[in-house]
C-alpha cells in the first residue's frame, strides 16, 4: 500500500512534544491529521493521510439509514526511550476483520491496516501526550457510503483511523471502584445477532440502558443474556470476578460478547501473575449469592479504554445493591492492572510482539 501523504502546512502544525498542563479527558482531543482508504469497484483504493477534518458523505448512505459502521479501540505508549509503541495492534486488526465478516464489509489486509495506523502516529508523534497515566488512543472505523435506500450491504465504504491523547477513561482513573447495575429490563446482544461484533448499532443501543443506570449512580449496565440467567459482559467492557482463592474468572465468549483483547492478554499473562484464569457461563444467582457470602472477594471489568476497571458495588432495580469484599480496589486486581500496564509502557518486557515501535518515517 502507497500512502499519498497530504499534510498541513509546517506552521499550522504541532511543532513541540504537547505537555498537558491539566489532567487529560479520554477521548476529547484530535490530532492534526488522520489516515483514509476507499473501497470502490471491489478494490480498497486511495490510501491517504491528510488534516483532520468533515468527511463529505451523501445524505443516503448506507451507514446513516442502515447502520453498516464497525470501529475499533487500540491504545499506543511512549517507552523510557523516547519512542511511541502500539499495542497488540495485530490482534485489533484481527478482530476489525471479523466485525466486518459479521457485518457484511469487505475485510481490510492486517497488515495494511498497522501500517496505516503505525503511519499517521508517525506524522503525529508530537501529539503523544506527555503525562503520567496518559495514552494515544487509537480509534481505526470503516463506514458504508453508498448511496441506496435500498437494504443492501453497501459497495462503497471508508476506512479511517483517527487519534486521540487521552487520560484515564474515568476520571477518578483505576483507584475508585465504579458501581454496575444488574438489570434485567435491558439487554445487549442475543444468540444470532452482532453481539461479537464492534458494531456501531451496539453501542447505540447501550445509550438508553446506559442512562437508566445512571439513576442508580451506576456507570454502566452490567448485561444478562436474554434468558436473565448469566452475566455477560458490561457497556464497555468484558467483566470478570475473583473468588477467594484468586481465581480469575471471566464469562466463556459466546456470540454475543464482544472478545476483549484486554480479557484475552489476561489470560495468556497467568503464569506471569501467578494467579488462575478461567472462563466459564456465570449463573446471576450464584454470582450474588457468593459475593454476600465472601466467596467473590474482588470483580471489575477488562477493556482497552479503561484497562481496568474495579467494580466495587453492584446496584439493582428496586434499590438494593451488594458490596464486592470491602468495596476497595483489591490486591489481585491491583496486581493485574500494575503488571498489565507496565507491559505497556515498557517498564516489564511483555510476550514477544505485544509491543510495536512506531518507525520515524517522517521527520
Known amino acids: 500500500m502507497q500512502i499519498d501523504y ?165 476520571p477518578a482513573g483505576f483507584t475508585k471502584p465504579i458501581k454496575l447495575l444488574i438489570t434485567k429490563q435491558f439487554h445487549r446482544a442475543v444468540s444470532g445477532g452482532t453481539g461479537a461484533a464492534k458494531a456501531a448499532g451496539n453501542y447505540a443501543a447501550s445509550l438508553r440502558a446506559g442512562e437508566f443506570a445512571k439513576k442508580f449512580g451506576a456507570s454502566q449496565v452490567l448485561y444478562l443474556d436474554s434468558e436473565n440467567k448469566y452475566i455477560e459482559e458490561a457497556g464497555a467492557m468484558n467483566h470478570f470476578h475473583i473468588e477467594k482463592d484468586g481465581t480469575v474468572v471471566i464469562p466463556e465468549f459466546t456470540d454475543t460478547i464482544l472478545r476483549s483483547i484486554t480479557s484475552e492478554s489476561i489470560i495468556e499473562l497467568q503464569d506471569s501473575l501467578g494467579l488462575r484464569v478461567i472462563q466459564k457461563r456465570i449463573l446471576l444467582d450464584e454470582f450474588i449469592d457468593k459475593v454476600k457470602s465472601g466467596g467473590i472477594i474482588e470483580a471489575g471489568g477488562f477493556g482497552t479504554a479503561a484497562v481496568i476497571s474495579p467494580v466495587g458495588e453492584y446496584v439493582f432495580e428496586d434499590g438494593s445493591s451488594i458490596t464486592v469484599g470491602d468495596g476497595k480496589v483489591g490486591k489481585f486486581t491491583k496486581k493485574i492492572y500494575e503488571l498489565y500496564t507496565s507491559i505497556q509502557n515498557g517498564k516489564i518486557k511483555g510476550p514477544e510482539g505485544w509491543l510495536k515501535k512506531v518507525e520515524r518515517f517522517n521527520q
Open 6 to 170: 497530504k499534510l498541513k502546512s509546517k506552521s499550522d502544525r504541532r511543532s513541540e512534544p504537547f505537555k498537558p498542563t491539566s489532567t487529560l479527558s479520554f477521548g476529547q482531543l484530535r490530532t492534526d491529521h488522520m489516515f483514509l482508504l476507499n473501497y470502490e469497484d471491489s478494490k480498497w483504493q486511495n490510501a491517504r493521510i491528510v488534516p483532520y477534518s468533515d468527511i463529505p458523505v451523501p445524505p443516503g448512505a448506507i451507514a446513516i439509514h442502515y447502520g453498516q459502521a464497525l470501529f475499533e479501540g487500540a491504545k499506543a505508549f511512549m517507552h523510557d526511550d523516547g519512542e511511541i509503541y502500539t499495542f497488540r495492534i495485530d490482534k485489533n486488526a484481527k478482530r476489525l476483520n471479523i466485525s466486518a465478516e459479521i457485518l457484511c464489509m469487505p475485510k481490510i489486509d492486517e497488515e495494511v491496516q498497522i501500517k496505516a495506523i503505525h503511519a499517521l502516529i508517525d506524522v503525529d508523534r508530537l501529539w503523544f501526550p506527555i503525562q503520567e497515566g496518559a495514552s494515544l488512543y487509537i480509534r481505526p472505523f470503516m463506514f458504508a457510503t453508498e448511496d441506496s435506500l435500498g437494504v443492501h450491504p453497501s459497495s462503497k465504504y471508508i476506512f479511517g483511523v483517527i487519534l486521540s491523547p487521552s487520560g484515564p477513561y474515568y
